[in-house]
Structure formats: C-alpha cells, structure tokens
C-alpha cells in the first residue's frame, strides 16, 4: 500500500472520529490496567459489566488485595477465563505496591514484568494512559492490518513493527484506536461490512462484499 493511500485512509479515520479511546470505562490507570487484563478473550462490554461493581468496592491495589483472589472472582466469574485473571490482578496488585509505591508504571520493561501483563496490554497502557505513540495489535488490528493491505505479517508483533513505520507520525497515537474500532463494527471477522465502509476505495481486500 503507498504511503499516500495510508494518508488518506487514517485522514478519513481521523475526520470522522476526531478523538477516539478505548470503549473499555476506567478512571484512573489503575483501573485500566485491571479492566485490560480482564479482557484477555473477552469483549470490552463483558469487563465493563463486571468493573461496574468491582471498582465500587476495589479499585486500588490495596482494596483488590485485600478482597484476596476468591473475593475478586465473585465479581469477574462472567469473564472468560476468571480463576487465572483473578490470580494475576492479585500477583500485580501485590508487585505494584511493593515496587512501585501501587502506581503503575509508565515504561513497557517495568509494565511486562507484571504478572498477567504482555507486550499488547503494556502498549494499551502507553498508548492509552502515557499518550505513547505505539499500537497494541489485537485480534481486530491484526485481521484489518493483513486483510486491506496496510501491513501484512503472521505475528502480532510483524503487524506492529509494519504499522509503525507505515503510519504517518501525526497519526500513530490514536491509530490504535481507530483501527480497533474499524475492526469491531466494519472490518468485521466473518463478513465485512464492505459497502458501509468509509476506506473501501483504498482498501486492497480482493472478497469485497457487495452491497444488497
């Protein structure tokens, strides 16, 4: 793809989504880093049911500690794969307070230290909370990244790398977010949204789906 095509494609992105952000709801980094642990496998709408009551009650590292890990199962029991998220928020809270006074950290070798922690929950973070120019690729950056040509690789960290130099300066912050967002509700997995689609002139995915 050329770089003045990938101009144009973020230039729309950025026209009809000036400030975009992660659908998942927090107030504090704190509470971001635990809502995006949880939602490893899981949608965004599942953790933000179950942070709804969870943050009431915990929403620092010392009260999450505190309810232990079978107190915090009972508010994240909803949440695909629970019993081993419960035990990695635990572990973290516990090595945010002990090595970082329960503030989290702004850096990515400091954040993949902590349990339950990758490099795509480390970028979030960044990107998110530290306003770092990087790209978190999760399922839907890395299915629209291969699928309209934009960067084409077989591992999440091929797509970020690709991504990273293709994508003009001025627009890596928030392309995270509008590539997410592109992903969930046009550039969808099994059938694309083709004909509603503001980049389908310059998009290079040869199936387009017809409109009815």
């Known amino acids: 793809m050329t770089p003045k095509k990938i101009r144009e494609i973020f230039l729309r992105f950025k026209k009809a989504n000036l400030k975009p952000t992660t659908e998942l709801i927090y107030h ?11 939602s490893a496998q899981a949608t965004d709408k599942s953790v933000n049911k179950a942070t709804e009551k969870l943050f009431l009650v915990a929403n620092t590292p010392e009260k999450i500690l505190k309810l232990g890990e079978m107190g915090l199962k009972k508010y994240i029991s909803s949440i695909g794969l629970f019993n081993s998220k419960a035990k990695n928020v635990i572990k973290m809270c516990q090595m945010l307070i002990e090595k970082y006074h329960s503030n989290v950290p702004r ?3 400091s954040l993949e230290e902590l349990p339950g922690v990758g490099r ?8 998110t909370c530290f306003k770092e ?3 978190a ?7 629209v990244a291969n699928r309209i040509g934009l960067a084409k690789g ?5 797509v970020e790398k690709q991504l990273m130099k293709a994508i003009p300066h001025e627009f890596l912050h928030d392309a995270h977010h509008w590539l997410i967002l592109h992903g ?3 550039c969808t997995a099994r059938k694309p949204h083709c004909p509603d689609c503001l980049i389908r002139d310059l998009c290079e995915y040869p199936d387009k789906t017809p409109a009815n």
């Open 28 to 38: 504090t980094n704190f509470e971001l880093l635990v809502a995006v642990i949880l």
């Open 120 to 127: 795509k929950t480390a970028n979030v973070i960044l990107n």
């Open 154 to 158: 077989k591992t999440p960290l091929e």
């Open 107 to 109: 850096d990515r070798e």
């Open 137 to 143: 690729v999760d399922t839907h950056i890395f299915r």
């Open 184 to 186: 969930r509700y046009v």
């Open 133 to 135: 120019p990087v790209i």
